[in-house]
């Protein structure tokens, strides 16, 4: 085999992905609902999502193949939010009406008056959109609410903390996605096993709430997904990425630290009878964040789990300063090399089960023998 085909089938597969929201409109171009999957409680749910205009594809494009996907990512970096549009959500017999912003956004709080099934943890949203000189268009997408079982809330970041984001990695993270052995190859060694563990909880049946935040912004969500799904790592609403549009009056995207801090303030208030366990890196500000976030919240959070990402003395004398802060709290700050010790110290304080620490180590130990 030549040295450049597994490049050329990288390309062509990293093209299809980004294409792929495109096809919804089987190249006729005009409205596009996109909404991301969405989350909430018994007393209220949220949804976010995107209207877009965007331009149809033209007739001597064929409807399958490279040229296809190619014009569709084309179709994709110029397609443009729409403003103004009327948007009703509907979850069993709650509803909402609203309009989307100036960027074709909207974000969605809708009180619950009618109590959801409590049996099902994903309901589902009915979306119905108008726009001027567009005809309405009809969806749906799931929403999370946790089941009465759920005894703990996961906040984890993802950037180098379930995936590699560095230049280098990351380049190397898509060609592993796209080309060799996604399963495995794409995240940190056993963070599917560790995150189904703590999805399971100790009685593997707890279906806890798992809720991703990226500093990325929102066009990359479709790529999270797959990412998220070819690691079979358990799907959450990953849902708090930032919108990085570029205005006169907003040069440039929210600094990362203070979108993650009002998050998990949102999601603290939102469930608010539960324990929490916040995850993130030693490379950016998780620690300082998270530990603020324990000292907000006496006794709401039980462990904060950092990967560390690099070895960095003084790095790691900050992060110890900041573990003795929390001497006198009912939280532990862990740093930990691997997603072994982070699975040790969750199986300790009763959050997972033996059989979810025995696969974290599996995970792990065949990576170490099979690092490619």
Same mark, same amino acid.
């Given at each position: 085999?030549?040295?450049?085909?597994?490049?050329?089938?990288?390309?062509?597969?990293?093209?299809?992905?980004?294409?792929?929201?495109?096809?919804? +409109?089987?190249?006729?171009?005009? =409205?596009?609902?996109?909404?991301?999957?969405?989350?909430?409680?018994?007393?209220?749910?949220?949804? =976010?999502?995107?209207?877009?205009?965007?331009?149809?594809?033209?007739?001597?494009?064929?409807?399958?193949?490279?040229?296809?996907?190619?014009?569709?990512?084309?179709?994709? $970096?110029?397609?443009?939010?729409?403003?103004?549009?009327?948007?009703?959500?509907?979850?069993? +017999?709650?509803?909402?009406? =609203?309009?989307? +912003? !100036?960027?074709?956004?909207?974000?969605?709080?809708?009180?619950?008056?009618?109590?959801?099934?409590?049996?099902?943890?994903?309901?589902?949203?009915?979306?119905?959109?108008?726009?001027?000189?567009?005809?309405? /268009?009809?969806?749906?997408?799931?929403?999370?609410?946790?089941?009465?079982?759920?005894?703990?809330?996961?906040?984890?970041?993802?950037?180098?903390?379930?995936?590699?984001?560095?230049?280098?990695?990351?380049?190397?993270?898509?060609?592993?996605?796209?080309?060799?052995?996604?399963?495995?190859?794409?995240?940190?060694?056993?963070?599917?096993?560790?995150?189904?563990?703590?999805?399971?909880?100790?009685?593997?049946?707890?279906?806890?709430?798992?809720?991703?935040?990226?500093?990325?912004?929102?066009?990359?969500?479709?790529?999270?997904?797959?990412?998220?799904?070819?690691?079979? /790592?358990?799907?959450?609403? $990953?849902?708090?990425?930032?919108?990085?549009?570029?205005?006169?009056?907003?040069?440039?995207?929210?600094?990362?630290?203070?979108?993650?801090?009002?998050?998990?303030?949102?999601?603290?208030?939102?469930?608010?009878?539960?324990?929490?366990?916040?995850?993130?890196?030693?490379?950016?500000?998780?620690?300082?964040?998270?530990?603020?976030?324990?000292?907000?919240?006496?006794?709401?959070?039980?462990? $904060?789990?950092?990967?560390?990402?690099?070895?960095?003395?003084?790095?790691?004398?900050?992060?110890?300063?900041?573990?003795?802060?929390?001497?006198?709290?009912?939280?532990?700050?862990?740093?930990?090399?691997?997603?072994?010790?982070?699975?040790?110290?969750?199986?300790?304080?009763? +959050?997972?089960?033996?059989?979810?620490?025995?696969?974290?180590? !599996?995970?792990?130990?065949?990576?170490?023998?099979?690092?490619?």
């Amino acid at each position: 085999m030549a040295w450049y085909r597994p490049w050329v089938s990288f390309a062509k597969r990293l093209t299809h992905v980004i294409a792929k929201p495109m096809k919804r +409109d089987s190249g006729r171009g005009g =409205m596009v609902v996109h909404p991301y999957r969405g989350y909430g409680s018994q007393q209220e749910i949220f949804v =976010m999502g995107r209207v877009f205009r965007q331009a149809a594809l033209g007739r001597a494009i064929p409807r399958r193949g490279m040229l296809r996907d190619t014009a569709d990512v084309a179709r994709r $970096i110029f397609r443009r939010g729409l403003p103004d549009a009327q948007i009703e959500i509907r979850v069993g +017999d709650n509803q909402l009406c =609203m309009t989307t +912003d !100036r960027d074709g956004y909207f974000d969605a709080h809708l009180p619950i008056s009618s109590t959801l099934p409590v049996d099902v943890s994903w309901h589902r949203a009915d979306i119905l959109v108008h726009a001027k000189g567009q005809a309405p /268009i009809r969806t749906s997408v799931e929403v999370y609410v946790p089941p009465p079982e759920a005894d703990l809330l996961v906040i984890s970041d993802i950037d180098d903390t379930v995936m590699f984001t560095g230049v280098a990695e990351k380049l190397k993270m898509l060609y592993r996605l796209f080309v060799r052995k996604p399963h495995r190859r794409t995240a940190f060694p056993g963070v599917a096993a560790l995150y189904q563990a703590l999805y399971r909880g100790k009685s593997e049946k707890a279906e806890r709430p798992i809720l991703y935040v990226s500093r990325g912004p929102w066009a990359i969500y479709e790529m999270l997904e797959t990412f998220f799904q070819l690691n079979r /790592i358990p799907v959450g609403p $990953i849902l708090f990425l930032r919108e990085w549009g570029i205005s006169l009056r907003k040069p440039w995207p929210r600094r990362a630290e203070a979108h993650k801090r009002d998050l998990i303030d949102r999601m603290l208030t939102l469930y608010s009878d539960m324990p929490c366990i916040l995850i993130g890196d030693s490379g950016q500000h998780d620690p300082e964040v998270y530990t603020e976030v324990v000292k907000a919240y006496p006794g709401r959070i039980k462990a $904060i789990y950092i990967r560390r990402v690099d070895k960095d003395p003084k790095r790691e004398e900050a992060i110890q300063r900041l573990r003795d802060e929390l001497v006198d709290t009912e939280c532990e700050l862990v740093l930990a090399a691997d997603s072994v010790l982070i699975a040790e110290h969750a199986y300790a304080q009763g +959050d997972i089960s033996a059989r979810g620490l025995q696969a974290v180590q !599996r995970d792990v130990e065949a990576h170490r023998n099979d690092p490619d």
